[in-house]
T-cell receptor, first 109, second 118 residues
Framework: GEDVEQSLFLSVREGDSSVINCTYT??????LYWYKQEPGAGLQLLTY?????DMKQDQRLTVLLNKKDKHLSLRIADTQTGDSAIYFC?????????FGKGTRLHILP | DVKVTQSSRYLVKRTGEKVFLECVQD?????MFWYRQDPGLGLRLIYF???????EKGDIPEGYSVSREKKERFSLILESASTNQTSMYLC?????????????????FGPGTRLTVT
């Protein structure tokens, strides 16, 4: 089946790093995405990585890609209360996009 | 900026009613999508459309239909609402491959409609 797997919850203390993990299924995915959904809103593209890269850094965000294990991770440095949201990873096999179930990031004071 | 709007943020309907959810995008996107989002189940694709008057079933089309008479508007119809259709409904749109040099398959989402069927 086509299931993108993520853990459902993650709790992190403010100021620590958050690492959200994802396992995807299709090695033909050209792009892999991370979307963010803030409370009461739709999803918004946060960052992406092209499949021929193994790392991408964008300010506090670092995306790591392990193609051999089909593993994608999103690291958020210095986690802030505004990072509290649901994070979805997504793969793009065969001209479509498939989302994981989302990881709810909870920030502890 | 791309804007995807949905006609209502909150909606309460009775069992058996016909329900229309409207979505409009202003970026001339060819592709439009309807998802429902439920806790622990993530996003599930109901229907999508890649052109005017074209529609394709997603993973859970049962109990739903769609209409796309104009490029910018994609409607989701619940012919006879049931309590198990209580959910958050998200509309999204995207360029088709070749329509844009921008990131392919990137979807732009509306704010969602929380539908409660009683």
């Amino acid at each position: 089946g086509e299931d993108v797997e993520q853990s459902l919850f993650l709790s992190v203390r403010e100021g620590d790093s958050s690492v959200i993990n994802c396992t995807y299924t299709d090695s033909s995915s050209t792009y892999l995405y991370w979307y963010k959904q803030e409370p009461g809103a739709g999803l918004q593209l946060l960052t992406y990585i092209f499949s021929n890269m193994d790392m991408k850094q964008d300010q506090r965000l670092t995306v790591l890609l392990n193609k051999k294990d089909k593993h994608l991770s999103l690291r958020i440095a210095d986690t802030q209360t505004g990072d509290s949201a649901i994070y979805f990873c997504a793969e793009t096999p065969d001209d479509k996009i498939i989302f994981g179930k989302g990881t709810r990031l909870h920030i502890l004071p | 900026d791309v804007k995807v709007t949905q006609s209502s943020r909150y909606l309460v309907k009775r069992t058996g009613e016909k329900v229309f959810l409207e979505c409009v995008q202003d970026m001339d996107h060819e592709n439009m999508f309807w998802y429902r989002q439920d806790p622990g189940l993530g996003l599930r694709l109901i229907y999508f459309s890649y052109d005017v008057k074209m529609k394709e079933k997603g993973d859970i089309p049962e109990g739903y239909s769609v209409s796309r008479e104009k490029k910018e508007r994609f409607s989701l119809i619940l012919e006879s609402a049931s309590t198990n259709q209580t959910s958050m409904y998200l509309c999204a749109s995207s360029f088709s491959e070749g329509q844009s040099l921008l990131l392919p398959y990137e979807q732009y989402f509306g704010p969602g409609t929380r539908l409660t069927v009683t």
